[in-house]
């Protein structure tokens, strides 16, 4: 075998692999509930500090006395929960579970506003 023929099965080889563990989830399989239930658990210890609510943007930022700040708007899903920001508003944001999950909405308020 040359050189370009070996080249050629091992690309062969590593596609048909790599293909096999690519297919998609089966959809009639259960969802990870572990995920799901996780999202109250998630948002412990951050705080809400900051709403801006613009013509052109609604944005909110949290903290975490670990995690540190970070910035939300709203339809984006933060990268350190499993959730979606669904609704800011002057005293309040709203974050929702992303489906398949059951619809689960938790709302993190300004200390000491209820």
């Excluded at 809400?48 to 944005?59: F, K, R, T």
């Excluded at 800011?88 to 398949?100: F, G, N, Q, R």
Aim: proline share 6%; hydrophobic share 40%; net charge positive.
């Amino acid at each position: 075998m040359t050189k370009t023929k070996m080249t050629l099965y091992c690309l062969s080889l590593l596609l048909l692999i790599t293909k096999n563990q690519a297919l998609a989830k089966d959809p009639f399989q259960p969802i990870d509930s572990s995920q799901c239930t996780a999202l109250a658990t998630q948002l412990d210890g951050w705080e809400l500090n900051a709403v801006l609510i613009s013509p052109s943007q609604c944005q909110a930022l949290m903290s975490h006395r670990v995690l540190g700040i970070r910035k939300v708007e709203l339809a984006s899903q933060p990268s350190f929960i499993h959730g979606r920001v669904t609704r800011i508003e002057l005293t309040h944001i709203e974050i929702s579970a992303l489906p398949p999950c059951p619809a689960n909405r938790i709302t993190l308020s300004f200390k000491g506003v209820s």
